[in-house]
């Protein structure tokens, strides 16, 4: 009798070792996944940020410059240069808007990933 009820402990045991090391196979794929997500999400802002910053607000800057000299010079009217100026101000809430999507991403890549970016960067050991 004792041995069955031993031997009973022991499958009970095993079993539920395997549970839970399922369980730990599953909850490892989901963060990964998770962090693949927020990696592509994060990445894809800093993109999106980096091009309204490189591309698109360098050229309104230089379109409305271009708008106003014309305007003093009389080639434009003032309707064009508010217009220029319009089209720049677009484009730096843009910006704006594009920063704040990638701070907002990275927030959830490192939640997703549990460390500061900067550790993930550096192969620092997590606390």
Known sequence: ???QHT???FAE???????????????????GQDVRSAWATADAAERQAV???????PSAREGY???????AAGGLSALDVIDARRSL???????ADALAAA?????????????????????????
Do not use: C, M
Not at 51 to 57: V, W, Y
Not at 65 to 71: D, M
Not at 89 to 94: G, I, N, R, V
């Open 65 to 71: 410059r271009a708008a106003a000299g014309a305007y």
């Open 13 to 31: 045991t095993q079993h539920r070792e395997l549970e839970l090391a399922a369980t730990l196979r599953d909850t490892r794929a989901a963060v």
């Open 89 to 95: 101000l677009d484009a730096e809430s843009q910006y």
């Open 51 to 57: 091009f309204i910053r490189d591309q698109l607000l």
């Open 7 to 9: 031997k009973g402990d």
């Open 103 to 127: 701070n907002s991403a990275r927030s959830d890549l490192e939640r997703a990933a549990g460390v500061p970016l900067t550790s993930i960067a550096s192969g620092a050991p997590r606390e």
């Open 1 to 3: 009798l004792f041995w």
